[in-house]
């Protein structure tokens, strides 16, 4: 099992430029996450998803938007990239209910600098 | 909404035990996780505590208080791999879903 995968690992764009962050989870969880990091600092929940066909704003969740594909896949997309969106991108799932709901997993990140 | 303080910085050295405490503000409270973070990793699961008192993982144990509001982390035989950010996390639950609410992380440099 592969866990979190996101895709691309780094990313450099323009002021204004748009791009979708993608993410695709194996382990059959309900529940997905975006948060941003940035440096020395802890993660900000952007959006997320309880279950699949249903999306929810987070802490910051101006400038994004989502699409949850399916139940593996989760997008982030910035329509037009800003430098206060410089930052690292972390895509999480966890199991929706029960004891297991707790532990959330996350993929290897996305760095982002926005120019 | 939710706030969580940890200290920014701890230094200890190998071989040792150090405490990280997190205290929280929440308006709904279901547990408190600890997380481990690598430079350049992604943050990786700790422990989960729901109810008062201590549990114990390994090397790791972590502590809950609800009535204080309060939780740390124990490291114990401290090694050089343990050199880390660790953040507290909130649990928040409502109606759509289980959401986490994180620390701003508490850097540990292990020295020899």
């Known amino acids: ?115 | 909404g939710q706030s969580l303080e940890q200290p920014s910085e701890v230094t200890a050295v190998e071989g040792a035990i150090v405490q990280i405490n997190c205290t929280y503000q929440t308006s709904g409270f279901y547990g408190l996780s600890w997380y481990q973070q690598h430079d350049g990793g992604a943050p990786t699961f700790l422990s989960y505590n729901a109810l008062d008192g201590l549990e114990e993982t390994g090397r790791f144990s972590s502590f809950l208080s609800r009535s204080d509001s309060y939780g740390y982390l124990l490291l114990q035989e401290l090694q050089m791999k343990d050199s880390a950010s660790y953040f507290c996390a909130v649990r928040d639950h409502n109606n759509a879903g289980n959401m986490l609410t994180f620390g701003g992380g508490t850097r540990l440099m292990v020295k020899p």
């Open chain 1, 1 to 115: 099992n592969a866990g979190v995968t996101q895709t691309p690992k780094f990313q450099v764009l323009k002021t204004g430029q748009s791009m979708t962050l993608q993410c695709a989870q194996d382990m059959n969880h309900n529940s997905m996450y975006w948060y941003r990091q940035d440096p020395g600092m802890g993660l900000r929940l952007i959006y997320y998803s309880a279950s699949e066909g249903t999306t929810d704003k987070g802490e910051v969740p101006n400038g994004y938007n989502v699409s949850r594909l399916n139940k593996r896949e989760f997008s982030l997309r910035l329509e037009s990239a800003a430098p206060s969106q410089t930052s690292v991108y972390f895509c999480a799932s966890s199991e929706a209910v029960g004891l297991a709901s707790y532990e959330q997993y996350f993929g290897p990140g996305t760095r982002l600098t926005v120019t």
